[in-house]
């Protein structure tokens, strides 16, 4: 039981990125926090939601690439 208090903490912690991550993306807010706290599902929950954000990002850097590639 013991063992499972620290990862309660980092989930902890990722669900709260995650909650203000996901305002900013307009997702569904409360399913990825929640399921982002629940134990071992949640790291690999965080995991895919920070590589769909980074994927997001390089999508954007492309459009303003492309964007001001010809101006």
Request: hydrophobic share 65%; no cysteine.
């Amino acid at each position: 039981m013991f063992q499972l208090i620290p990862l309660l903490f980092i989930q902890t912690i990722y669900a709260a990125v995650i909650f203000l991550m996901a305002r900013k993306q307009a997702v569904r807010t409360w399913v990825w926090t929640l399921s982002a706290l629940v134990p071992f599902l949640g790291l690999f929950v965080a995991l895919v939601f920070f590589v769909r954000t980074i994927l997001s990002m390089l999508d954007r850097l492309n459009a303003l690439e492309r964007n001001t590639a010809f101006s």
